[in-house]
């Protein structure tokens, strides 16, 4: 582990946590009373969110296979990791890049707690967990830089992070930050919900959140551009999940638009 973090961290059980409603989403077992009651009121308002969260995470899957095996990428910083899931993002990029550096951040304590589990990859490797905030990014690039060499080119991932970031809450500058701070040949995998496709579901899922005290945000598909400008996009580019190099025959190219867009955008 890394860092200065204190070694026991404070899990605050009494309100609900987005990493903690999400791990309940994919069938986890890692989440309280109070998560799976939010989980099941959004689900009661928005049918869908479990399905947005497999998605979600199989998107996260496509895109890192892609990115290690269309580049020559070895470095990833995953900001906004959630509690482990399996597969999870270094072993994907370690099967096939067994000495891929990879670093994972997480504002969750619990995401700590769990981290060692996560923290086992390949020997070659290097698998590292940092506890920090998104919103303080300088921070963040300062402590990945014990793992991971910025002079390289890193594959940066924010899936399903920043609808948890308002505009007014820094989003738009931490993502400039930890872009400029990437060198060429560097990518942006991106993921975050919208309200492009099904205005009165996502908007139910928004207000039980708030309701509950968790900020959500549902970007327009400009919005999205916005945070991967200067980037040179992958094709098919900004799409739904469901849309994002799924094969026809894929469980999620044959159901309704997924309410996130994901993308991937190089720096040239
Ligand atoms: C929906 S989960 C996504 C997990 C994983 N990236 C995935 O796509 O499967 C969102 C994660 O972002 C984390 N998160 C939310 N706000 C954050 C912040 N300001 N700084 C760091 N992590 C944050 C939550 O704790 C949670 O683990």
Redesign the pocket.
Known sequence: MTGTEPAVPRIDTSRP??????DWF?GGKDNYPVDEELGRQIAAMQGDAPRH?RA??R??ERATRTVVHETGIRQFL??????P?EPN?HQIAQAVVPDARVVY????P??LAHAAALLRGTPEGVTEYLQ?????PERILERAASVLDFDQPVAL?????L???ADD?GAPELVDTLVGALAPGSCLVL?AMTADFDPENVGRGIAAYRASGVTLVARSHAEMGRFLKGLELLEPGIVSLSDWRTSADEHDAKEEPVSLYGAVGFKR
């Open positions: 946590h987005p990493a903690r409603v999400y994919l969260a979600n995470r998107f996260m995953d900001i906004g990791s959630g509690i899931t993002l951040v997480d504002n969750d619990i995401v920090a905030d998104a919103r303080e991932s924010l899936i399903a992070l609808h948890f970031i809450d993921s």
